[in-house]
């Protein structure tokens, strides 16, 4: 098994950015997930492309100032996690990771503070 074998098979979207924006890697959720809009054939073009405003400014933004952004979305029935964060090579800022995970409607929660298990 290669270094990033595990990707490509993992059940959710990952998409990678490279630090000026460009799309540089996708596993397969991602290009299921982008398949209307090119799947693989988005590699190398920009991410803001793939957003439009005001969710474009807004990604520029936390491109810009390297800041982490998490939320959840609901879209045909299902809901999301979509986690966007910044990632780093050798301490350097080298881009954007994308990760959009489908969550169940209901999932069990655990207070691990409370001794929850």
Sequence with gaps: MSRNDWVEG??????????????????????????????????GTSVLDCHPEPAR??????????KANVY??????????????????DGAYAGFVELSLEIPGEMPHFDRDAGQT
Excluded: H
Excluded at 57 to 66: D, F, N, T
Excluded at 72 to 89: D, E, H, M, S, V
């Design 10 to 43: 993992f059940p959710a979207a990952v998409t990678v950015c490279d630090a000026e924006g460009r799309i540089i890697e996708m596993n397969a959720g991602s290009r299921q997930v982008f398949a209307a809009d090119g799947g693989d054939k988005l590699i």
């Design 72 to 89: 959840t979305i609901l879209k045909n029935g299902r809901k999301k996690l979509i986690f966007q964060a910044p990632w780093y090579k």
């Design 57 to 66: 400014s807004k990604l520029a933004g936390m491109m810009a100032g390297q």
